[in-house]
């Protein structure tokens, strides 16, 4: 079994800046892919940005320029900066891993989100 753990989440106001934090533990051989989602109300579970073992990040449009994913999949950890906040990016954020287990096995697994409220 494997848990992430978030921490960072709260009340921001629009133009402020926000440093969510994830972190993997349990059974695992390694960890392919890390990043953050976000859900808002009455929306469906969205990408925000990843990043591999390999160090290559990818992000949404809508974030992109303003939000920064760095971490360490070898350290089992996955940061999200959030600078320039806006309304819009108000949302539950969950982490999300992609994870080969102590078993060899494929999984993924997700945080128990941390709520993100820009105020404007």
């Known amino acids: 079994q494997v848990q992430l753990v978030e921490s960072g989440g709260g009340l921001v106001q629009a133009g402020g800046s926000l440093r969510l934090s994830c972190a993997a533990s349990g059974s695992i051989y390694t960890i392919n892919t890390m990043g953050w989602y976000r859900q808002a109300p009455g929306n469906q579970r969205e990408l925000v940005a990843t990043?591999?073992?390999?160090?290559?990040?990818k992000y949404a449009d809508s974030v992109k320029g303003r939000f920064t994913i760095s971490g360490d999949t070898a350290k089992r950890t996955v940061y999200l900066q959030m600078n320039s906040a806006k309304p819009e990016d108000t949302a539950v954020y969950y982490c999300?891993?992609?994870?080969?287990?102590?078993?060899?096995?494929?999984?993924?697994?997700w945080g128990q989100g941390t709520q993100v409220t820009v105020s404007s």
């Open positions: 990043i591999t073992s390999g160090d290559n990040t």
């Open positions: 999300h891993a992609e994870v080969i287990s102590s078993d060899y096995v494929l999984y993924d697994y």
